[in-house]
């Protein structure tokens, strides 16, 4: 069972440069979302989305751009990337309505030099 | 204010020992969820239990059961019986119907077991 799938695991990128992480789940949830988890910090969501073509935003949406064309699939992008962006990411998906468990991917660490 | 507060930044328990992991909550909503997360060193956030705040029973789920205490606006884990494999961060966290059921986190609390 796969679950919710991010890529990659780890990335290095530059100041100014652009990439997107993606996240895949296999379990039919309306639900995904984003989070950045940072020292010493819970994790903050990012963005958010209830169904395909539906998208918005959460606690920390500066500087991140979402996408929703189908179900499974819901990759954040970082259109200019700044040392602040310096995290690590977590996709998290859910059966709608949610008030029961997230899941969780493995995360992605990001470092922005 | 902080939505979810969690006030023990690292606790030590003897392995074996129960120990509680403390959690505090604030909502204006009526209906809500809550939940802790464990994260090990690996990175990646399990799910531990959930108690929605209509259930009247406090959840458990094997070792790990929620005191839910929902005047006091608590939320607190008890892992019992601890193992050295408890050894992680706990995050608690709740989710908001208002807030478009977003995930609130505390800003968890590093668990060390002893042996």
């Known amino acids: 069972n796969a679950g919710v799938t991010q890529t990659p695991k780890f990335h290095i990128l530059k100041t100014g440069q652009s990439m997107t992480l993606q996240c895949a789940q296999d379990m039919n949830h309306g639900y995904l979302s984003w989070y950045r988890q940072d020292p010493g910090m819970g994790l903050r969501r990012i963005h958010y989305?209830?169904?395909?073509?539906?998208?918005d935003k959460g606690e920390v949406p500066d500087g991140y751009n979402v996408s929703r064309s189908n179900t499974e699939d819901f990759p954040l992008r970082l259109e200019s990337a700044a040392p602040s962006q310096t995290s690590v990411y977590f996709c998290a998906s859910s059966s709608l309505p949610v008030l029961g468990e997230l899941f969780f991917g493995e995360g992605s660490r990001l470092t922005v030099l | 204010a902080q939505k979810i507060t969690q006030t023990q930044p690292g606790m030590f328990v003897q392995e074996k020992e129960a120990v509680t992991l403390d959690c505090t909550y604030d909502?204006?909503?009526?209906?809500?969820?809550l939940f802790w997360y464990k994260q090990p060193s690996s990175g990646e956030m399990i799910f531990l239990i959930y108690?929605?705040?209509?259930?009247?029973q406090n959840a458990t789920e094997g070792r790990y059961s929620l005191n839910f205490q929902k005047a006091r606006k608590s939320a607190n884990l008890v892992i019992s019986a601890s193992q050295l494999g408890d050894s992680a961060m706990y995050f608690c966290a709740m989710t908001e119907p208002h807030a478009g059921n977003m995930l609130t986190f505390g800003g968890g609390t590093r668990l060390m077991v002893k042996p």
């Open positions: 989305s209830v169904a395909a073509g539906i998208t």
């Open positions: 909502t204006s909503d009526q209906s809500y969820g």
């Open positions: 108690q929605g705040s209509y259930d009247e």
